[in-house]
């Protein structure tokens, strides 16, 4: 496997976990509470380095 694709799967592994945190902090604390956008932001900014990862695997 290649070290950019173990990357990649790190990042999705990632994501999946800030998801169900977030999910858990949005059912105890509310969908508006700042834990939960703070999540949302990590989620987003992980999405995007995962997107850019497998960008550049298909330019190899």
Do not use: C, W
Not at 5 to 17: F, Y
Not at 28 to 57: A, C, W
């Amino acid at each position: 496997m290649k070290a950019t694709t173990a990357s990649r799967l790190e990042k999705i592994e990632q994501l999946e976990s800030l998801r169900n945190k977030m999910i858990q902090t949005a059912n105890t604390f509310g969908i508006h509470h700042p834990m939960v956008l703070k999540y949302s932001r990590k989620i987003d900014e992980t999405h995007n380095k995962i997107m850019k990862l497998q960008q550049n695997e298909k330019q190899r």
